[in-house]
């Protein structure tokens, strides 16, 4: 049995106020009966496998701001190959000059360009002594098509 | 038990987690007043740091766990009404006890939330209004002023009951002895 002597006397109570306070620390909570047989190990493994999540949700974070990061470089440079192009469709055979369609991403556009040579290599040659452009092989779409980037003439072409 | 680090949780455990989910009573069913309870636990391991006053910590986690439950069932008034009123029994059945434990609910039912809260912290919590004012985020004036206005409604409600006992009985002898 509790009494309610623990409790300090931090305020004034009545008499009649204290004894009630007493009285009702005698009555003890219910709960289940079980509650309290939850044993030290179970909530031990609850608590570890938090902590693993945790670190596993550290882990995580890490790994996608890296991969983000390196994303990042990655595209950062891209510009430099391919920004500032448009996709060309040349249907025809190697060493043979072709017409060339010239068509803007979303394929509105369309320009007939002359007098251009498909090499053996993939690579283009641009008979207009006034172009200021070039085109770079891009690579060959599933339908047989030949995939070119039209670029400014002083750029330099990285291999894939 | 005080700012002292006890020898370990389940021993904590064990301490304070009967009235801890009395406490968290207060506002959720019986089961989930436990399942906040065993998370709070859960969390005081994971702490790197023991708590320096734990009791008014594990009370002031108990009710966070507790209202964010209840939040969570988006049926806070309806849940609370029914954790006041209709749920399990809230106190031991004690042929000792000087008071009926069911009229004591039944009275406490009746308070308001705030108040009821208070009496619970202070009495079975055995906090002090200091740490009761630091868990419920109220002045140690205004929460003193809550206790005593519970009291009061308590003792109230008690003599009410008792009073209609009396007339009851009174009654019910009446029409057994009509004569």
Excluded at chain 1, 34 to 39: E, F, H, Q
Excluded at chain 2, 140 to 153: D, K, N
Aim: proline share 5%; glycine share 6%.
């Amino acid at each position: 049995m509790r009494a309610a002597s623990h409790i300090p006397l931090e305020m004034d109570l009545t008499a009649g106020e204290r004894e009630l306070e007493r009285v009702l620390a005698e009555l003890t909570p219910a709960t289940t009966p079980g509650i309290l047989t939850v044993p030290a190990k179970e909530m031990a493994l609850r608590a570890g496998t938090i902590r693993a999540k945790q670190r596993l949700r550290v882990w995580q974070v890490g790994t996608v701001l890296l991969t983000a990061g390196l994303a990042a470089a990655m595209y950062a440079r891209l510009p430099g190959r391919t920004a500032d192009t448009q996709p060309v469709v040349a249907e025809g055979i190697p060493d043979q000059p072709v017409p060339v369609i010239v068509k803007n991403l979303s394929g509105d556009t369309e320009k007939l360009i002359a007098g251009i040579v498909l090499s053996g290599n993939g690579l283009i040659e641009v008979t207009d002594p006034n172009a200021t452009h070039k085109f770079v092989f891009m690579g060959m779409r599933g339908n047989g098509d030949i995939a070119f980037a039209l670029v400014p003439l002083d750029w330099e072409v990285c291999d894939h | 038990m005080g700012s002292e680090k006890p020898p370990s949780v389940q021993q904590a455990f064990c301490e304070l987690a009967p009235n801890l989910v009395f406490y968290a009573r207060q506002w959720v069913e019986l089961e989930t007043a436990e399942d906040c309870v065993q998370d709070v636990f859960v969390r005081l391991m994971l702490q790197r740091r023991w708590p320096r006053r734990l009791k008014p910590w594990l009370y002031k986690s108990v009710r966070n766990q507790a209202l964010c439950a209840l939040r969570s069932t988006a049926r806070r008034r309806r849940r609370v009404a029914s954790a006041s009123v209709h749920s399990a029994k809230w106190f031991h059945w004690d042929e000792k006890a000087l008071i009926d434990a069911d009229a004591v609910q039944g009275a406490m039912s009746r308070l308001s939330e705030q108040t009821r809260e208070v009496l619970v912290l202070r009495i079975w919590a055995e906090l002090t209004f200091e740490e009761i004012s630091g868990v419920i985020g109220v002045s140690e004036t205004a929460a003193f002023r809550r206790f005593r206005s519970g009291l009061a409604q308590i003792k109230d409600a008690m003599q009410a009951q008792s009073a209609h006992q009396i007339v009851t009985t009174t009654n019910r002898r009446r029409i057994g002895n009509p004569g």
